[in-house]
């Protein structure tokens, strides 16, 4: 029963979530990127926004800052229950997942144990020194894990010390690890320091380490951290002496990328670094959370919040398309920014939130869309070529090409002798060999049968196919048609009395169009997946009506324009843009519906789904 | 960077060549900053008793944060010593050549590293995957992910 879910427990930890993220908002209010979204839909949409409707999830878009006041908010939850500062409460939760339950768990059940993981402090009593790991004989990865932490740091100052006593001295003469944490914090050293690293012994060099008292430059450092944070994409870094476990606190690396003592063309890239760090982090957090999805488009920084798609098992369900909210793609702004006045905004940010398909695929669901992709991406060239240059045996259904000779076919699986032309058996040709004039026997007849049935799977898939990417082809041309039809709509001023506000009518026709093209698509991956019977006759009943709207209104939009004709054609386009958006919200909100009452049966096993030999009840 | 690079291998060098190597490791050439070449002899009883192997280190600009490319030389009469860590194509799977490099170790300390490795040996044979991991190896070891696993050896 789903009411007893709400109970249990670790329902409670996701309606904290949950609260968290509205509490969040609730703060902020709107969010720029709404409002911006706000007033441009409210220009065209003819349906007032508003209503969610059944087809569309709810979700928030929150901004970079947004998501760094969610990150805020666990860390003081964190500091408040255990007792720690702050960046060892980030440390803390980085470690975790950001899982807050676990963490408190772990960290009332063993402290010690977890600040260690973490990386937040050295271990008390050091571990002796393990041997180099190697590979080969799979032991257990146990050992490898808890004593790399540890690894022996006396061993590599002997070998150093052997060949540079400086090192040695500096290194055995540091001062006995403290357990406040001070980072960074210049490491009390007898002079001069050499740094262990570049073996800089200048008497300005900036020796610095974690609380496990590691001094290295400040040079070194930057160095270490900027190549962690911009080649390996690594937040959590660890100190540089060889098997030290220590992770660099925030502060300790933001001191070190802030630091004045550095050129300005430096101090630009450290800032960088610095900025790229924090997207980490937030990338990070972003991942680890169920309820969050990065925005996959590029450059673009937002996340999206949809709880209610955050479970595997919703996405039998719904098809939660997001939009983060932001348009375009900085620097290719430029390029479709030369539509001029139309002031074309660049494609919205929409996704799925509930797999790694960047575009919207309503109405199918996740699991169906990504079966079809897979199959498109498999077969459908092969499909085509097999379908034009083969035929099957008639006795073992072997694929065979003849590429070449007589037809005379014996095949080389199962030795049957056939008529390529009529592929009949061969034995009834009798002497009139090579030339095959019994198209009508029977023999071949039934042949030609069983290969046609065979066909068949064939045909219906290309049947759905090539509509498809028809359908994926003109959506892609539909950048030209914008073009065309700025250049309509200029015209309209022209030859009429028009304003620039009243021709928007064909703009929004073309972004109907494109949307719709869009639905249709996919209605042929759902069609294809769908089992015969009453249900699939009325989904493809919507589809076709679909269609047929559509195709009467690109058609309107390639009409010529003449001056007498503009009131009637725009009445017309009007017309029929509000009836195409109408249709292609059946189309959603009847597929949808459909999903929530568990109406469509498949004709292939997918994901999250009964059999299809199991669906009756 | 590149300075960094170029100093710290500098000051090596000057190390290695005003204090010599530990026994059994001798440089045999440090033209530029790049590659750099050592023999290496197990001294003392081991299964290697009497052979020599040549060693060689490539560097990028980024060392000593990235770790030197660590292998031997294998061809020209030169062989790589039979390990179960070392490949016949003379890639060497430690852990302190990938993940566990440090910057604070240097060139000798890997020498002596896998000196040690050789000198600890009981078995001679090669990597069960010897085979099928030479087919495909790059040209460089540092691009291969090695799966570190076994602390005894």
């Keep these: 029963m789903a009411s007893d879910y709400e109970f249990s427990d670790s329902d409670g930890d996701y309606d904290d979530d949950e609260d968290m993220i509205d509490g969040t908002q609730d703060e902020t209010g709107e969010s720029e990127d709404d409002m ?11 349906v007032p926004k508003g209503k969610r409707k059944s087809f569309e999830i709810e979700y928030e878009s929150l901004s970079q800052s947004d998501v760094e006041k969610l990150m805020k908010k666990d860390v003081e939850d964190i500091v408040g229950i255990l007792g720690v500062d702050e960046s060892t409460a980030n440390l803390l939760l980085r470690h975790m997942s950001w899982n807050t339950e676990r963490l408190i768990e772990k960290y009332m059940d063993n402290p010690t144990k977890v600040l260690v993981a973490a990386g937040v402090t050295v271990e008390e009593p050091p571990s002796s020194p393990a041997p180099i790991r190697s590979h080969s004989i799979p032991n257990s990865a ?13 061993s590599s100052s002997k070998l150093l010390g052997s060949k540079s006593p400086s090192a040695l001295k500096s290194s055995s003469t540091v001062s006995p690890t403290s357990t406040t944490r001070l980072s960074p914090r210049a490491t009390d050293l007898p002079t001069p320091f050499v740094c262990p690293i570049c073996f800089d012994d200048a008497p300005t060099l900036r020796p610095l380490s974690l609380t496990c008292s590691h001094p290295f430059c400040s040079g070194c450092w930057t160095a270490y951290i900027s190549s962690k944070i911009t080649d390996e994409a690594e937040h959590a870094i660890r100190c540089m002496a060889e098997g030290c476990a220590l992770v660099a606190t925030d502060t300790f690396i933001h001191d070190l ?43 673009c920084t937002n996340t999206v919040s949809c709880p209610a798609a955050a479970s595997k098992a919703s996405l039998t369900s719904v098809v939660p398309i997001v939009s983060c909210g932001a348009r375009g793609i900085p620097g290719a702004a430029q390029a479709s920014g030369s539509g001029g006045n139309l002031g074309l905004p660049g494609k919205e940010h929409k996704f799925c939130f509930g797999c790694p398909i960047e575009s919207d695929h309503r109405p199918v669901v996740c699991a169906a869309a990504r079966l079809w992709l897979k199959k498109c991406r498999d077969d459908s060239e092969t499909a085509n070529w097999i379908k034009s240059n083969t035929k099957e045996c008639s006795m073992c259904m072997s694929t065979i090409e003849k590429n070449g000779g007589c037809n ?16 009949g058996p061969w034995s009834e040709h009798g002497t009139a060999w090579y030339s095959c004039n ?62 620039w506000i009243e021709v928007q009518f064909m703009k929004k026709a073309v972004e109907e169009v494109d949307k719709c093209r869009m639905t249709l698509k996919w209605t042929y991956a759902m069609a294809y997946y769908l089992a015969k019977g009453n249900e699939k006759d009325l989904f493809e009943d919507n589809q076709r009506d679909l269609e047929k709207a559509v195709e009467d209104l690109s058609e309107l939009l390639e009409s010529p324009i003449e001056a007498e004709n503009i009131p009637m054609l725009r009445q017309k386009v009007t017309d029929k843009t509000v009836y195409v958006q109408k249709r292609n919200e059946i189309v959603l909100e009847d597929t949808a519906a459909g999903f929530l009452e568990g109406r469509w049966k498949w004709n292939v096993a997918i994901d999250g789904f009964d059999d299809p030999e199991k669906t009756e009840f | 960077m590149t300075s960094i690079s170029a100093r710290r291998l500098g000051k090596e060098l000057t190390e290695i060549k005003a204090e010599g190597c530990p026994v059994g490791i001798n440089l045999v050439k440090a033209d530029d900053f790049a590659t750099w070449w050592f023999t290496i002899e197990v001294m003392g009883e081991s299964l290697y008793q009497g052979e020599k192997y040549t060693l060689q280190f490539r560097f990028d ?93």
């Design chain 1, 36 to 46: 911006d979204m706000d007033a441009f839909g409210d220009d065209f949409k003819v």
């Design chain 2, 61 to 153: 600009s980024n060392y000593p944060i990235s770790s030197p490319a660590v292998q031997f030389v294998v061809g020209d009469g030169k062989v790589s010593p039979v390990h179960p860590h070392v490949y016949s194509n003379g890639h060497i799977c430690a852990s302190i050549l990938g993940n566990e490099w440090s910057p604070v170790l240097s060139v000798i300390a890997v020498c002596v590293t896998i000196q040690s490795m050789l000198a600890s040996c009981k078995k001679k044979e090669r990597p069960t995957d010897n085979d099928r991991y030479i087919r495909f190896a790059p040209d460089n070891p540092k691009k291969t992910r090695f799966h570190y696993d076994d602390d005894t050896v």
């Design chain 1, 257 to 299: 990328l802030t630091a004045s003592d550095v050129d300005p063309e430096e101090a630009k890239v450290n800032e960088e670094t610095w900025a790229r760090f924090q997207e980490l982090l937030i990338r990070h957090f972003v991942a680890s959370n169920p309820n969050l999805k990065y925005c996959p488009y590029p450059a």
């Design chain 1, 408 to 423: 005379h076919m014996t095949c080389k699986k199962c030795k049957h002798e056939f008529c390529w032309v009529c592929m």
């Design chain 1, 438 to 499: 019994r198209y009508d026997e029977k023999a071949g007849v039934e042949a030609r049968d069983a290969q046609s049935r065979s066909r068949a799977s064939l045909e219906r898939y290309l049947h759905y196919y090539n509509r498809w990417a028809n359908h994926e082809q003109s959506a892609k041309l539909s950048l030209d048609l914008y073009a065309k039809t700025e250049k309509k709509m200029e015209d309209m001023q022209i030859t009429s009395e028009l304003t």
């Design chain 1, 142 to 154: 146990t050992i490898g894990t808890s004593q790399s932490g540890r690894r022996p740091t006396r």
